[in-house]
C-alpha cells in the first residue's frame, strides 16, 4: 500500500490524496471546508495523478472518492469571481478554466483503466460532471446530483456534455433546465448511478467494484474500454464495422488466446496484459 498527497500551491494542506491497495488507486478530494470545490489547485492535482495513472502498469483501476459531507460542489465560484476585475471582465480566464476541466474530464474517459466514482454527498455542476465522466458510479443513498447553473444565471454547458452522454436527453433537460437536485435511487433508475449503498459505504463498494475489475486482463480492459467510448459516437454499420475489427484484432493477443485455453481446459487463466 502506498500514499502520496498532492499540495495547494498556497497552502499546505493535501487537497488530493492517493493511496494504491493492490493494483487499485483511490483519489480523494481533500477540500471539505470548501465542499470539495474544483479550483485550479484541485483541478492540477487531478490533472497530474491521472496523467501519472496512465502509465502506471500497476494500476489496474480507479477510484475517485471524496472527504467530507460533499463530493464536490463544482467550480471554485469565489475564485473565478476575483478574475472579474481582469481587463476583460474574466473572460480570458474563464475560456482558460473551463479547457483546462474539460480536459480532464476527457483524460478520465480516455483513461486506459476504468474509473469508479464514490459519491456521498452533493455532487453539483462541475461536480457532476466529474462523476459523469467516470466509467461506473457508486453513491450512498445520501448523495444528490446536481447541475444548478441556471439557479445562478449560469447555465451548465460544460457539465451537459458528460450529462448527456450518461443519461438521456429527456433527463438531461430537466435537471439542466430546472437544475432541482435528484436523489441517488433516481440517478440509478436514470442511468447516471450503477449502485446505490447505504451512507458511508460508497468507498467499500466501488474498491469492491474495482477489485473486480482488477482482477481481467488490463490489457483487454483497455481495448474495450476505448472501444466503447469509440463506437458511441458512430452510427450503427460504422460502429459494427469498427467494433468487429477491434474483436478480430484482440482474438491475436496473449491473454486472448490464454482466457479462451483457460475456459476449454476448466482451469483459471493467467494473465499476462498483453
Known sequence: ???????????????????????IAI?????????????????????????????DRSVRAVVLAANGPAFSAG????????????ADRGLAYFQRTFDFSAGLMQSIVNLPQAVIAAVEGVAAAAGCQLVASCDLVVASENARFSTPGVDIGLFCSA????????????????MLLTGEPITAERAREIGLVNRVVAPG???EEAVALARIIAG?????????????????ELNLADAYAYATKVMAENMLARDAEEGISAFIEKRTPKWEDR
Open 27 to 55: 483519489l480523494t478530494l481533500n477540500r471539505p471546508a470548501a465542499r470539495n470545490s474544483l479550483s485550479e489547485a484541485m483541478l492540477a492535482a487531478l490533472d497530474a495523478e491521472i496523467g501519472a495513472i496512465r502509465t
Open 201 to 203: 459505504h460508497a468507498l
Open 216 to 232: 481481467k486482463s488490463a490489457h483487454v480492459q483497455k481495448i474495450g474500454k476505448e472501444a466503447f467510448y469509440r463506437q458511441r
Open 75 to 86: 467550480h471554485d465560484l469565489k475564485e473565478t469571481t476575483a478574475h472579474r476585475q481582469d
Open 159 to 174: 457539465p451537459m456534455v458528460a450529462l448527456s452522454r450518461k443519461v438521456a436527453s429527456n433527463h438531461a433537460l430537466e
Open 1 to 23: 500500500m502506498s500514499k502520496s498527497a498532492h499540495a495547494a500551491a498556497t497552502d499546505s494542506a493535501p487537497i488530493l490524496l492517493r493511496e494504491d491497495r493492490n493494483g
